[in-house]
C-alpha cells in the first residue's frame, strides 16, 4: 500500500493558477502509473490526468487539456498537478492516486486502488 498526501489546494480567481502536490511513500513509487481525479459536490469522482510510472505518457480530460499538466519526480517520490487558466467549474476536491498495479495503464478511477486524502480547490467567477 503507498501513502499519499496532497497538498497546494485553495481559493483563487478565474484565470488564475494553482499547483497541487502530492507526496508519496511506502512502496515503489517509480512502478506505479499516478493519476489526479477531481469530485465536485453531487457528481462523481473523474479523471482530470493520468501520467505513466516512467512518465513518458499522460492522458487528460477534454476539460482540462491545454490548460493542465502532470508531472512526477520518481527520485523525491511527487506527483505535481500545473492548473492554469483556471476556471469555475475546476472547483472540486482534488485527488492524488496510485494504480493498483505496477507497469499498468489506467484512467479509471476504478483502477487506482490508494488515494490521498484530497485538497480543494475553488475557483470564483
Known amino acids: 500500500q503507498v501513502q499519499l498526501v496532497e497538498s497546494g489546494g485553495g481559493l483563487v480567481q478565474a484565470g488564475g493558477s494553482l499547483r497541487l502536490s502530492c507526496a508519496a511513500s511506502?512502496?515503489?513509487?517509480?512502478?506505479?502509473?499516478m493519476g489526479w481525479f477531481r469530485q465536485a459536490p453531487g457528481k462523481e469522482r473523474d479523471v482530470v490526468a493520468v501520467i505513466r510510472w516512467s512518465g513518458g505518457i499522460t492522458y487528460y480530460a477534454d476539460s482540462v487539456k491545454g490548460r493542465f499538466t502532470i508531472s512526477r519526480d520518481n527520485a523525491k517520490n511527487l506527483v505535481y498537478l500545473q492548473m492554469n487558466s483556471l476556471k469555475p467549474e475546476d472547483t472540486a476536491v482534488y485527488y492524488c492516486?496510485?494504480?493498483?498495479?505496477?507497469?499498468?495503464?489506467?484512467?479509471?478511477?476504478?483502477?487506482?486502488?490508494?488515494w490521498g486524502q484530497g485538497t480543494q480547490v475553488t475557483v470564483s467567477s
Open positions: 511506502g512502496r515503489t513509487f517509480s512502478r506505479y502509473a
Open positions: 492516486a496510485a494504480h493498483i498495479y505496477p507497469s499498468v495503464w489506467g484512467t479509471r478511477p476504478a483502477d487506482f486502488g490508494s
